[in-house]
């Protein structure tokens, strides 16, 4: 390919091309050498197959055998790279093969190929420089002679095998002239690059109309140069595609360096720094601004830097190809010169402090919900699709929740508004309005039961927690935010489950009171009523709600709920929800008319996270989020500079390793202090947040710090006024076992063992040190610190039984322990001196206050959607099948069937593929009809089962057995689809089809 009568030099790396593999070794030829007037053999010794010599050289050897002989046996080609020991000319075999002067016509040469000390990047540039040259040779030089009429021998003359052979001469006279001649000369370059470049650098660099001068490039001969248009047109078709050539590789590639500022918040931990100067995101703003303004190397662009997540930055220029070393040593020093700088960078005052307001003053936005509802009960009770019936919010947002086919992991949230109808002689009853769907904040609000105007009594934010055993301790974060609680309870399960008396206990352990604060709606109450009416001998469905209530009611005569009012509802049918409301409009009415609190004002913290996409420019970051509940009097503005804790902390094996509290010393904690730069609720933004729903705090501090609920259960407050931190010793007093956990509670909190303690929304473990059940005292050795004030409640899970999972056992209050950093010991307690009213009731209270009547108006409400809903008969009609030769049958009316059936005739036809294991294929005009493969008798009565089948799978709701169902197309689920019911709004997960 780049000369034709000289083969390559001793010690050039060749690729060699394997044609037979036998017990002397492996033999082949070389593609890139096979000329008009020569050829050249390859043989490749056994001795010389691996690239070391010695341990592991027969594995390397027999692997290498062992694949060269399957490709070559299959017919596939086998190529390796190889370093030439030796070459020979071998003499010709006949009479025809010499010319009448005796030379010979085609010259064979034997080359001796070894492997030994070939590294595999020296084999990566010699498979590169393979390629780059044959496509020179077929997509240039052969690509221009063969549109213009020229040889390909004569053009691979001028433009291949003349330049190697000039730069092969100079390389000869070097060595020559370094005989004589000392000082550092640079080598001259390898002879393949040179003939290449004198194509791409030289002849492709020149300008337009110039073509000319690629014949003094290339050197052709005066005798040579004729004016035959054939000629011109070559070199004129040479020069452009040379041109457009250099073009390609000349244009510039990306290179880029990812890594971390700093390692893990453990490695960040310095408290010399001081809370102010850690975690705070204008640090890397600070650092990234001055290294994207290092000046880059010549030929490269400006320095580009972007956020990838989880701490991680990319640094990414671009520039040529052959500058890759030049581009990673430019990418490695700036991420080391931004790690120093970030190391002792300091990023100035935090900003101008905003003085809180005094409690006098303290107003609450009329966008900020007032109270924390909070959704407990067992798993599958309707907890999740209530939310969506008041809010219309889907409260799984989170991927892996999606992924998990809609079942709550993480606490969810949303927003609703609690209207009141203005026609009170009319309607007056309550309603929600779903603050959740775009729009609906910026329109009037109306009656959801007479649509007439109504106003907005009150904002609220519901939390659903998690029903499962193993994500108890997601609940019990959840808690320290609730103002009321609704446990939902499914009318067809006894009430309550072990699980929901679980959730109680754990409300009970908190501490807080929650009377008059407790409802519990009978969810799915719609299963207890039949839509064709009540049989003879049945008890009506008024009254096997009421058998459900009471004993649900006796059962819970011991716990908080014991007083709570029942509200039956179905949730997919938006039924039984103007009672829900009432009672949440007397529980605001009672927290606004109710004492006020005092003590420290605090904000717990229930979710964080990073709203940084990857990708985004590191001098745009923002800063983390955190998510959850304004407690105690005043607000938190704008602008304000709050303080976190217990902020970054040594592990706890860093700090101990002894259960004995006396030997123990205190974690090495570090605060974190944080400006707000922006209050959210939902979609709306806040100047100020003060005590009642859930709002969100977008921080300047490091997002990494926040993202994946890194700092769930913090606590958050002015400088200088938050609890303690303690940890890792902790002294409970005031121990009570909870009737959920072991009668054998000695047993239960036992020595050493590993329990789970819950502050607040902290979860911390622990193992258990000492534990008195006659004094009500335990003491334990944590393993995290937590910030709670001196006399706050703790609940404790430990394992019991066996079950695999903690359950909650006991509760009692913080009396002692190692404080780590010290803090105000306040507790937010309510004022009575400032109630205005002892009882305040509220104008719903008459709307739930009678249980019968709120059943019968829930029956009512019901049998008027179901009448109003009947469901429609779906008529599929019956396949019409015809025989198409001896093997097919043809479904004629199959598109028919599938759009009857509101589905897709792609998507039936992958059923018949993937559950009826049908070969089958489209036909007729447009796809109407199907195909089918198939011999047997009886394809339509099979076809009539199959398409049974489907109907009950991807078609009909399990709820309502209505047909008006479609499939959601943003669903996250890898293998499940989610099917919609429209006449019910019922939800289900389905296999997906491929």
Request: a positive charge; proline letters at 5%.
């Amino acid at each position: 390919m780049l000369h034709d009568t000289v083969p390559p030099d001793v010690g050039s790396r060749v690729l060699v091309k394997c044609n037979r593999v036998d017990d002397n070794g492996v033999w082949g030829t070389l593609p890139d050498w096979d000329g008009a007037t020569f050829t050249c053999n390859a043989y490749l010794p056994l001795g010389y197959i691996a690239r070391k010599h010695g341990r592991g050289e027969r594995k390397v050897q027999a692997e290498f055998l062992t694949r060269a002989k399957r490709l070559v046996s299959q017919g596939k080609p086998f190529i390796f790279v190889g370093q030439i020991d030796g070459v020979d000319e071998t003499s010709c075999n006949a009479v025809d093969s010499i010319t009448a002067d005796g030379k010979q016509i085609t010259q064979t040469f034997f080359l001796t190929i070894s492997r030994r000390g070939l590294s595999k990047t020296e084999e990566r540039d010699t498979v590169e420089a393979s390629k780059g040259t044959q496509r020179v040779a077929s997509m240039i030089v052969d690509k221009a002679a063969t549109g213009t009429g020229i040889s390909i021998v004569q053009a691979r003359r001028w433009c291949l095998y003349g330049p190697y052979n000039r730069a092969q001469q100079h390389i000869e006279g070097s060595h020559s002239h370094d005989v004589t001649c000392k000082g550092d000369t640079p080598p001259p370059p390898e002879p393949t690059s040179a003939a290449i470049d004198v194509l791409i650098k030289q002849v492709g660099t020149l300008p337009i109309g110039n073509e000319s001068a690629a014949l003094n490039l290339l050197r052709v001969s005066e005798s040579e140069r004729d004016d035959r248009s054939t000629y011109r047109a070559f070199f004129d078709e040479l020069a452009a595609l040379c041109r457009k050539e250099y073009s390609r590789i000349s244009k510039p590639i990306a290179f880029s360096v990812t890594g971390k500022l700093c390692g893990t918040p453990t490695q960040r931990f310095c408290p010399s720094n001081g809370a102010a100067q850690m975690g705070d995101v204008s640090v890397f703003k600070s650092v990234f601004t001055r290294i994207g303004q290092t000046q880059p190397p010549s030929g490269f662009a400006a320095l580009k830097i972007t956020a990838e997540g989880a701490g991680k930055f990319c640094l990414s220029t671009s520039g040529p190809k052959e500058s890759s070393d030049i581009a990673q040593a430019f990418l490695t020093n700036a991420l080391s010169r931004a790690r120093e700088l970030y190391a002792s960078n300091d990023p100035g005052p935090a900003g101008p402090a905003i003085v809180s307001q005094p409690d006098s003053c303290a107003h609450q936005s009329p966008s900020q919900p007032t109270l924390n509802i909070g959704l407990i009960g067992d798993v599958a009770n309707g907890k999740s699709t209530m939310i969506r019936a008041i809010t219309g919010k889907r409260t799984q947002s989170h991927s892996s929740e999606q992924q998990k086919h809609g079942m709550t992991i993480r606490l969810g949230f949303a927003n609703a508004s609690v209207l009141l109808c203005e026609h009170a002689g009319v309607c007056g009853l309550y309603s929600f309005r779903q603050d959740e769907i775009p729009g609906e904040l910026d329109k009037q609000p109306f009656c959801a039961c007479c649509s007439g105007p109504a106003t907005v009594v009150t904002r609220v934010s519901f939390i659903d927690c998690p029903g499962h055993a193993e994500l108890m301790a997601t609940m019990l974060s959840g808690s320290s935010a609730f103002d009321a609680v609704i446990l939902a309870a499914a009318a067809n399960t006894p009430c309550p489950s072990p699980q929901a008396r679980q959730h109680l206990d754990a409300l009970q352990a908190s501490g807080r009171d929650f009377e008059g604060r407790i409802a519990i709606a009978q969810t799915k109450a719609e299963l207890l009523v039949r839509a064709d009416g009540t049989q003879p001998g049945e008890a009506s469905s008024s009254h096997k709600l009421a058998a459900h209530m009471s004993n649900a009611r006796e059962k819970l005569r011991k716990t908080l709920a014991s007083d709570a009012p029942f509200f039956p509802a179905c949730a997919p049918l938006g039924v039984g929800l103007e009672p829900l409301a009432a009672w949440l409009a007397s529980v605001a009415s009672k927290e606004k008319a109710g004492p006020s609190k005092q003590g420290q004002r605090l904000f717990r913290t229930l979710r964080s996270f990073d709203v940084n996409f990857a990708g985004t420019s590191a001098t745009e970051l923002v800063g983390g989020v955190l998510g959850g509940s304004v407690a105690g009097p005043g607000s938190f503005h704008r602008g304000e500079t709050l303080e976190i804790r217990p902020g970054l902390a040594l592990p706890a094996n860093q700090v101990t390793t002894q259960i004995s509290s006396k030997a123990s010393s205190a974690f090495k904690v570090c605060p974190l202090r944080f400006r707000v730069e922006e209050i959210m609720t939902g979609k709306v933004s806040l100047q100020a947040a003060s005590a009642g729903g859930l709002v969100a705090l977008r921080t300047t501090l490091d997002p990494a710090f926040c993202a994946d609920d890194r700092l769930i259960g913090s606590v958050i407050g002015l400088p200088d006024t938050l609890p303690p931190i303690w940890g890792p010793a902790l002294f409970l007093s005031d121990l009570q076992a909870l009737s959920a956990a072991s009668s054998k509670q000695d047993k239960v909190l036992k020595r050493v063992k590993k329990i789970r303690i819950h502050a607040g929304s902290a979860t911390v473990t622990g193992r258990v040190v000492r534990v008195s059940y006659s004094k009500g005292k335990l003491e334990v050795l944590l393993d995290a610190p937590i910030c709670a004030s001196r006399g706050s409640r703790i609940a404790i899970e430990a394992k019991v039984g066996s079950f695999s999972g903690y359950s909650l056992v006991a509760c009692g209050s913080i009396a002692d322990g190692t404080i780590c950093c010290d803090g105000v010991d306040s507790e937010t307690i309510a004022d009575p001196q400032s109630a205005t009213q002892e009882n305040v009731s509220s104008g719903g209270e008459k709307e739930w206050g009678d249980e019968e009547w709120v059943r019968d108006r829930f029956l009512q409400e019901l049998a008027g959607k179901r009448q109003h809903s009947q469901r429609e008969i779906v008529s599929v009609p019956s396949p019409s099948i015809a025989r198409d030769g001896g093997a097919h049958v043809l479904i004629e009316n199959f598109a028919h069937i599938a759009l009857s059936l509101n589905r897709e005739p792609s998507h039936l036809q992958s059923y018949l593929k993937k559950e009826a294991s049908l070969s089958c294929a489209r036909a007729g005009e447009q796809g109407s009809a199907l195909r089918v493969r198939i011999r047997s008798r009886g394809f339509s009565e099979l076809m009539g089962r199959i398409i049974c089948r489907y109907v009950s799978a991807y078609v009909t709701c399990r709820q309502c057995r209505s047909a008006k169902t479609e499939f959601l197309k943003n669903s996250a689920a890898k293998d499940q689809v989610e099917l919609l019911c429209r006449q019910c709004n019922a939800r289900r997960f389905v296999p997906k089809i491929a």
